[in-house]
């Protein structure tokens, strides 16, 4: 044992403050949401330290989870939440890679004024998401909004982006395309320029075509950076709150997993903590289950990851 | 050596000469492609601009145009403090903004150190921890959070949120940072240990300087975790006035059936000039910083 500590000893004292805090402020946390969900917690039966109540909640065993999966609508509709969260999802990483992509690509070019583009191409990064949020709900407006003043100059029709349709869903995945392409042409972008350009010549000169050159150079070289991007991309897609919260508000159309947990929570007299925590946790186990589906497949492909 | 520098030579010119080699029409269209992305990307922006300098009842007409009474009347009453304490927020943002990044960074660069160095039984489940700790929806932690900030005395202060913000900042950092660190040669750190530095010395006096790169997108990124962030700080700080941060104070511009899309505007280009600083001054580490930190795995 001492010679064990001996040995790691500052590799520990290096990880501790990490570890500590994130088993305080994340690991005791999740343990007693875990706890909630196994009762009928919410702000009437919580302790109350100002008040100096006590908590009066009960346990209702699987109660939560049974009213949450039936699909219920004063449960969130969970299932049809569920759909629309994964096409909320996929949606925008796969707007999020294929725009990054293409953009990393042409940057990776010899273009006259590079870094000019380069950062302009950024900014979206740059911008706090809520005030980004913000600009884009100014721009959706129907009546004095930017965007459907030009649909309606070229005779296009101007639909009510934000209303109770499902064009609020598909302008909050355009809002968040905008939003997170900078990261993973940012990311794709360094990928391109670790792949050696001997392998590009050495496929020129055995005669590969530019599509040949892109499927079995470039692809092949950026696949340990995409699968780490695309995996995180779609771990804060799945939880990605202000930019429906703030540009759609509690609008059932637009209405993920995560949102849907937040006004559960925040929303009505009766704040229930119990069904937010419940949510919480499916939503965690969603994600577990794909992040250990993918690796597998990563894993099957001979990725050492 | 001849042989090296010849064929150096026969390299040169030949790429060039590729360059030049694509045809004016793929140029145009690249140029074209590169303007268009770069034009959307920055619009928003621009139209928050153009609209921060146009009185709330100009900013909401039904033909808009760049210039309708513009002034800067609306600054001047954001910073006169007409529309709540303004300065007091960009203060309190500022300092958990920054205090976020220089604990993030320092807590990340020492992790990242040693999950790059050394070999320590629990490394491989500490750094898939980081990755699951990722998928936690503050849903579940709210509650919790909300009972420990209290235990601990943090509740409503600005330490328990950059406390907070670390969790979500510090997980990804130290990637990106582990990443970066495995691209310096080891040699450096063997080097400083002959030369008598402690393991930790190493560390701060050799590795650090000399991944800058890596630290700056980490600042980047651990900056604006906490300068942006709208849920915990509209959870965790107290009603009162002057705790709220920008992202909590701006929505008394935003109500329930009308929006001074004016003030917003001039409030929202005040809330991303720092960010947009911070922003310039890593973007040209941001590639290299980046390419080969996290996203290596």
Request: aromatic share 14%; glycine share 8%.
């Amino acid at each position: 044992m001492r010679r064990f500590l001996e040995r790691h000893w500052y590799a520990y004292a290096m990880v501790l403050p990490v570890v500590v805090v994130i088993a305080v402020l994340v690991l005791y946390p999740l343990a007693q949401g875990v706890f909630f969900t196994f009762t009928n917690i919410n702000e009437a039966n919580i302790a109350n330290p100002v008040l100096d109540r006590p908590a009066s909640y009960e346990g209702v065993g699987f109660k939560n989870y049974l009213n949450v999966l039936s699909g219920d609508a004063s449960y969130g509709a969970f299932w049809s939440t569920l759909v629309r969260t994964l096409i909320w999802t996929f949606g925008c990483v796969f707007f999020h890679y294929t725009i990054g992509l293409g953009l990393a690509l042409l940057l990776n070019r010899q273009v006259k004024g590079r870094t000019l583009y380069r950062v302009l191409l950024i900014l979206p990064w740059a911008v706090p998401a809520f005030i980004s949020a913000f600009a884009w709900k100014y721009m959706f407006n129907a009546q004095y909004g930017i965007i459907n003043q030009l649909l309606r100059a070229v005779g296009l029709p101007d639909p009510v982006w934000l209303g109770q349709s499902d064009w609020a869903l598909f302008a909050v995945i355009v809002v968040n395309v905008w939003l997170g392409t900078p990261f993973m042409m940012v990311a794709l972008l360094g990928g391109l320029q670790s792949i050696p350009g001997d392998l590009y010549e050495a496929a020129e000169v055995d005669g590969a075509t530019p599509w040949q050159r892109f499927r079995h150079v470039t692809l092949p070289g950026l696949r340990s950076v995409s699968s780490t991007v695309v995996l995180l991309g779609i771990i804060w897609t799945f939880n990605m709150f202000p930019v429906i919260y703030l540009i759609a508000g509690p609008n059932p159309n637009t209405r993920i997993l995560v949102t849907y947990a937040f006004e559960r929570f925040f929303s009505g007299a009766s704040r229930d903590y119990a069904v937010a925590s419940t949510y919480g946790v499916l939503i965690l186990s969603v994600l577990l289950v794909f992040a250990t589906v993918y690796r597998r497949a990563l894993r099957k492909q001979g990725e050492v990851w | 050596m001849t042989l090296d520098a010849s064929s150096l030579q026969m390299v040169k010119p030949e790429r060039r000469l590729k360059r030049s080699d694509r045809s004016p029409l793929a140029s145009i269209g690249l140029h074209a492609a590169l303007v268009v992305a770069s034009l959307v990307a920055v619009f928003p922006v621009f139209w928050v601009l153009v609209t921060s300098f146009k009185p709330d009842a100009r900013a909401v007409e039904t033909s808009p145009q760049l210039f309708n009474e513009s002034s800067l009347d609306n600054y001047t009453r954001i910073l006169g403090g007409e529309k709540g304490a303004f300065l007091t927020w960009f203060g309190n943002s500022v300092l958990i903004a920054l205090l976020t990044t220089v604990i993030a960074v320092f807590l990340s660069a020492t992790t990242g150190y040693a999950a790059s160095r050394f070999r320590f039984p629990g490394k491989r489940s500490l750094l898939m921890s980081f990755l699951v700790v990722q998928m936690f929806p503050f849903a579940v932690l709210i509650v919790p959070l909300y009972n420990i900030l209290i235990a601990l005395g943090l509740q409503g202060s600005s330490i328990g949120l950059v406390l907070v913000y670390c969790t979500t900042a510090v997980p990804f950092c130290t990637y990106m940072l582990k990443g970066y660190f495995d691209t310096i040669p080891t040699d450096i750190d063997e080097a400083g240990r002959v030369d008598g530095l402690s393991p930790f010395g190493v560390f701060w006096r050799l590795v650090m300087p000399l991944a800058k790169p890596g630290l700056a997108v980490t600042s980047f990124y651990a900056f604006l975790t906490a300068w942006g962030e709208v849920a915990f700080a509209s959870a965790f700080l107290s009603a009162a006035d002057e705790s709220k941060t920008l992202a909590v104070g701006l929505q008394v511009f935003v109500q329930q059936n009308r929006t001074e899309w004016g003030h917003l505007a001039a409030a929202s280009i005040l809330v991303a000039i720092p960010a947009v600083i911070v922003f310039y001054l890593v973007q040209r580490f941001l590639v290299t910083g980046l390419s080969s930190g996290a996203v290596k795995g």
